[in-house]
């Protein structure tokens, strides 16, 4: 089983669909044609699953910026998080929110009391 990863985009498959077309077309036997209608039909789909990989990548950077935003937001404020200790337990924390981070991989952070807090982390807001 492929992994999503290893998919290419739709623009990828499509263009490798063409070519394959083209090449069915230039050797096809001429007593049996290729169906217009098959060949219609996974085009469209083809253009269907471009349309998909669009609103998927507009969706997905409409929720980063609302996920920048809400970070943003949490400045100057109280939140409740779980922490590791140095006994290596775990413990609810609070702190108050000094600054937004964003890592190498666009992952949100905030700095509370010198900690740095996944925004996925946070327990509660006060």
Do not use: W
Not at 69 to 93: F, H, P, R, V
């Amino acid at each position: 089983m492929a992994s999503i990863g290893n998919v290419g985009s739709a623009s990828n498959i499509q263009m490798d669909y063409m070519k394959l077309l083209t090449t069915q077309l230039k050797n096809q036997n001429p007593l049996e044609p290729l169906d217009n209608n098959q060949m219609a039909a996974q085009l469209a789909q083809f253009s269907q699953l471009q349309q998909l990989e669009n609103m998927n990548s507009s969706f997905g950077q409409v929720l980063r910026m609302s996920q920048e935003s809400y970070a943003a937001s949490l400045i100057g404020k109280n939140i409740s998080y779980l922490a590791q200790q140095k006994d290596m337990s775990i413990e609810q924390t609070e702190g108050v929110v000094e600054k937004v981070h964003k890592s190498s991989d666009g992952e949100i952070l905030l700095e509370a009391n010198g900690v740095l807090v996944g925004l996925e982390d946070v327990l509660s807001v006060r």
